[in-house]
């Protein structure tokens, strides 16, 4: 059966098919204008644990999102597909297994224990290292794959390192682009409690990417003092709307879509999309590593992304992270982040003139 015939025989009104794609969508990966790269790895998690499970978690509640969005109720005709293979697998048993070899050396720095004077830890370590940047060069790999069959990529995390070798692969299909990153926390920590590649090192490591010229960081609001000062050394390529001042700013009378211009205008011409979902209020994402109170609605959130998307500015690409299940049964994260998904995907496509149809109104 072609694209078109399945296209025509489909039912949207009708709840996904379940075993088929994200979405429950019937179209293969070459049928599929976006594919999504699962990324279930959580290694260096310090704090709250689940991310791995992310991908998953959004997999099985995106059967249950209707798929006539009403800013782009054509959107499903594309087809969206999630890219599970055996590297994926791979993945998250690593993830599993070097978390558990993470944990030691964790609670050895939590305790004031210097790891340079336990041999087994520091070998730990630098083998945690090792692996985390071979799961990095295996992502852009992966990535780069797609690309090159003339596909959308995003990443779906996994906690916040994941997507670090997705950055590697557009930079080295664009020379200039942004990262427009909303998250509670800065995540410019070097080598957070030594791991080169640590969650809360994501930004820091993505600024020795010389193509990206700037990244601007909305909803901030847990940093430390070594953040504050990579910002001060980088005056000029990092911007920060901390969440104190957005909120000030509204109780004086901003409004959110003038908020939205400014932080838009920070942007270069070309803008990749880095989505820690911790950056929403927590009632979005209970279960998620590391929530902070404050933040921003996702209905703020999926404005801030339709409005870039008609700025004239290019979306490159986009990565969602951070998506932690709660307990059995408890499918919410899940459920926003699949709804998330679908919203980014179809801001990626409308800013790539690709059709989407005519919102619906009423």
């Given at each position: 059966?072609?694209?078109?015939?399945?296209?025509?025989t489909?039912?949207?009104?009708?709840?996904?098919?379940?075993?088929?794609s994200?979405?429950?969508?019937?179209?293969?990966?070459?049928?599929?204008?976006?594919?999504?790269?699962?990324?279930?790895?959580?290694?260096?998690?310090?704090?709250?644990?689940?991310?791995?499970?992310?991908?998953?978690?959004?997999?099985?509640?995106?059967?249950?999102?209707?798929?006539?969005h009403?800013e782009?109720?054509?959107?499903?005709?594309l087809?969206?597909?999630?890219?599970?293979?055996?590297k994926?697998?791979?993945w998250?048993?690593k993830?599993?297994?070097?978390k558990?070899?993470?944990q030691?050396?964790?609670?050895a720095?939590?305790?004031?224990?210097?790891?340079?004077?336990?041999p087994?830890?520091?070998?730990?370590?630098?083998?945690i290292?090792?692996?985390?940047?071979?799961?990095?060069?295996?992502?852009?790999?992966?990535?780069?794959?797609?690309m090159?069959?003339?596909?959308?990529?995003?990443?779906?995390?996994?906690?916040?390192?994941?997507?670090?070798?997705?950055?590697?692969?557009?930079?080295?299909?664009?020379?200039?682009?942004?990262?427009?990153?909303?998250?509670?926390?800065?995540d410019?920590?070097?080598?957070?409690?030594?791991?080169t590649?640590?969650?809360?090192?994501?930004?820091?490591?993505?600024?020795?990417?010389?193509?990206?010229?700037?990244?601007?960081?909305?909803g901030?609001?847990?940093?430390c003092?070594?953040?504050?000062?990579?910002?001060?050394?980088?005056?000029?390529?990092?911007?920060?709307?901390t969440?104190?001042?957005?909120?000030?700013?509204?109780?004086?009378?901003?409004?959110?879509k003038?908020?939205?211009?400014?932080?838009?205008?920070?942007?270069?011409?070309?803008?990749?999309?880095?989505?820690?979902?911790?950056?929403?209020?927590?009632?979005?994402?209970p279960n998620t590593?590391t929530?902070?109170?404050?933040?921003?609605?996702?209905?703020?959130?999926?404005?801030?992304f339709?409005?870039?998307?008609?700025?004239?500015?290019?979306?490159?690409?986009?990565?969602?992270v951070?998506?932690?299940?709660?307990?059995?049964?408890?499918?919410?994260?899940?459920?926003?982040?699949?709804?998330?998904?679908?919203?980014?995907?179809?801001?990626?496509?409308?800013?790539?003139?690709?059709?989407?149809?005519?919102e619906?109104?009423?």
């Amino acid at each position: 059966m072609t694209k078109e015939q399945k296209i025509a025989t489909f039912d949207p009104s009708q709840p996904g098919l379940a075993d088929a794609s994200v979405f429950g969508l019937p179209f293969t990966a070459e049928e599929s204008e976006i594919i999504i790269v699962p990324a279930p790895w959580e290694v260096t998690v310090s704090y709250g644990a689940g991310a791995s499970q992310g991908p998953e978690a959004i997999l099985e509640a995106s059967f249950q999102v209707d798929l006539l969005h009403q800013e782009f109720p054509d959107l499903w005709k594309l087809g969206m597909f999630l890219d599970l293979n055996d590297k994926t697998e791979e993945w998250s048993d690593k993830s599993r297994k070097y978390k558990n070899l993470a944990q030691p050396i964790i609670e050895a720095l939590e305790n004031g224990e210097k790891i340079e004077g336990n041999p087994e830890l520091k070998a730990n370590l630098d083998e945690i290292n090792v692996i985390c940047g071979q799961f990095k060069d295996e992502v852009k790999a992966r990535v780069k794959y797609w690309m090159e069959q003339g596909k959308k990529v995003v990443l779906l995390g996994g906690d916040h390192s994941t997507p670090l070798g997705y950055y590697e692969a557009l930079a080295e299909k664009h020379s200039d682009f942004g990262l427009l990153h909303l998250d509670a926390h800065m995540d410019l920590r070097i080598a957070y409690e030594g791991f080169t590649y640590s969650h809360a090192s994501i930004m820091y490591n993505a600024l020795k990417l010389p193509q990206i010229s700037k990244i601007v960081q909305v909803g901030i609001r847990d940093f430390c003092k070594e953040e504050v000062e990579v910002v001060q050394a980088e005056a000029g390529r990092v911007k920060v709307f901390t969440d104190r001042d957005l909120k000030a700013e509204t109780f004086e009378g901003v409004t959110w879509k003038q908020q939205c211009e400014t932080i838009i205008a920070q942007l270069p011409q070309k803008v990749c999309i880095s989505f820690d979902i911790d950056g929403m209020y927590p009632w979005y994402c209970p279960n998620t590593g590391t929530p902070v109170p404050g933040g921003f609605s996702f209905e703020q959130a999926a404005y801030l992304f339709s409005l870039l998307a008609k700025s004239g500015k290019e979306i490159i690409g986009f990565d969602l992270v951070e998506v932690a299940p709660g307990e059995e049964g408890d499918d919410w994260d899940g459920n926003v982040g699949a709804r998330m998904l679908f919203h980014m995907c179809g801001v990626l496509v409308k800013n790539n003139n690709m059709e989407i149809g005519n919102e619906v109104k009423f």
